[in-house]
């Protein structure tokens, strides 16, 4: 009987498939690459290549509006024209919710927080984090993100740089930044030293280190199919109970992040009840939390969850975005020279008027390292898709008319309820049209041409770009991870000069939910940036 039942579900799939494919509202005129097959249609090649190699190549062929396919011939769209870009994240709002499959992936990684929420538990989860996220509280944190790479990163660099014999080493510098960016996120989000820079046999660093490369760097199409095809409570069951390495891994991580969140939830109400609270991110969302109506409160779980989500997705893109920085300066020396001339220039203003370090103003107020971060955050985007899905019919507004299959011109595309979109933030970010015809060109004199001419809707909420997402879904970390960056690029270059290695020929650009480097043919080792580094001299 079982077969039977199985055979009689794949032959009505396919027939609902079909039926909401050949509905009065369809996608199927729209120019598209064809299927790779009738099963998995074009996802293999979305989801197995390089991040945005799929999005540039069919960006180039057909356009800003893209049918793909999905299982069982099932039309989808990839989006990187601004105009409906803008109609999907800010003026619908929540018209587009997440993939399923999507979301069951962020449980799975961060728990039910605020990357998993969707409509009113996304508002409501928003709204309380919000306290902890502000301009002024982002601010405050910059003395930690200088004493983590003064005092740490920094210092124990140059001890490696001294036993050296030519003052140089090649180090993986995306090992260095993971564990960088979660001591600053330890002490700012959680006023928690979790000494992942000191200690390299660190348990909870071994965890998270290579988790997102681990568990959806490359994925088999056996995975698609079950990510794509499997119900919601069908992967559940799976995350919970299968043995293969890297939901295992996933589980492993979950445990020891949420024994560590819960001492840490625990600690800051006690803190609290006695008048004795910091101004740590969590100190100010328990804080949040407690004055909130109890309707609206976050449940203990996900408090769990957010705290979960801060520690991935804060500190794996603010390293991942390091990266790619540091990546683009190697690359172009005479760029790294010029940053590093400003940021000493800065550094001699800072000790004429008496000052010590760099603050947030100063951060601010270097020209050329805004050019170089907006350029690198451009170029290579931490978050390079997002994949959304109609919530009803819909119309979406498009920037310049497209011409269907059929020959007829369009400048609005209906949509059906349940259409799967992917929006491209790697392909919007390098639109000729917005950023000129050599935006496949790494050059940060882009941002400091001052036209006057301002190109396309209102997006981002830095630079315009789609790097931090915009609208209801905009990062609610963005300043928090933007000083950051700031503060730890000039640590780096104003005290060490880089350059590229022969290894750099074999650097990929990892497409797991982050845009990872990792090195072809070495890519189960995780992140990988190999840099030779040393000692940037000073008149």
Known sequence: MQPLALLLAFFLLVSFLLYKRYKRISVAHIPGPPPESFLLGNLPEIFQSQAGVPDFKYQQ??????????????????????????????????????????????????????????????????????????????????????????????????????????????????SWLSRATMDSIGEAAFDYQFGALANNDNEFMKAYFGLMSDTLGSPPKSAIFMQTIFPVWALQLMSRFSQSRNLVHARHTAELANAVTRDLVNSKKEALL????????????????????????????????????????????????????????????????????????????????????????????????????????????????????????????????????????ISKLPIAKGTKIIASIAGYNRNPELFGEDAHIFNPERWLRDTGEKRGPTMGVYGNLLTFAGGVRTCIGWRFALYEVQSLTVEIINNFELSLTPEIERLRREACLVMLPTLEGEQEKGENLPLRVTIAQRE
């Not at 800003?64 to 619908?92: C, M, W």
């Not at 409509?119 to 984090?129: A, L, T």
């Not at 109506?293 to 975005?321: F, N, V, W």
């Not at 601010?364 to 959304?388: C, T």
């Open 274 to 409: 006695k008048g004795t609270g910091s101004k740590d991110i969590l100190s100010l969302l328990v804080k949040a939390n407690e004055s909130e109506d109890p309707s609206t409160k976050l449940t203990d779980e996900e408090m769990l969850s957010q705290m979960r989500t801060i520690l991935l997705a804060g500190h794996e893109t603010s390293a991942t975005s390091l990266c790619w920085v540091l990546l683009e300066l190697a690359r172009h020396p005479k760029v790294q020279s010029k940053l590093r001339e400003e940021i000493r220039t800065t550094e001699r203003a800072i000790h004429a008027r008496g000052g010590s370090d760099f603050t947030a103003s100063d951060l601010e107020n270097m020209v050329y390292l805004a050019a170089v971060l907006k350029e690198s955050m451009r170029f290579h985007p931490a978050v390079y898709q997002n994949y959304r899905q109609a919530a009803r019919d819909d119309i979406l507004p498009l920037s310049k008319p497209i011409t269907s299959l059929t020959g007829e011109t």
């Open 61 to 174: 062929q057909f356009g800003d509006v893209v049918r793909i396919n999905g299982p069982f011939g099932e039309d989808r769209l990839l989006i990187s024209d601004p105009k409906a870009l803008q109609y999907i994240f800010h003026t619908s709002g929540y018209g587009f919710l997440k993939w399923p499959e999507r979301t069951e992936i962020s449980r799975i990684l961060m728990g039910r927080g605020l990357l998993w929420a969707d409509g009113d538990i996304h508002k409501r989860q928003r709204k309380v984090m919000l306290p902890g996220f502000g301009a002024p509280e982002s601010k405050s944190f910059v003395p930690i993100f200088r004493k983590v790479g003064t005092e740490v990163l920094t210092a124990q660099w140059n001890d490696i740089l001294a036993s050296s014999a030519d003052q140089s080493a090649v180090l993986n510098v995306a």
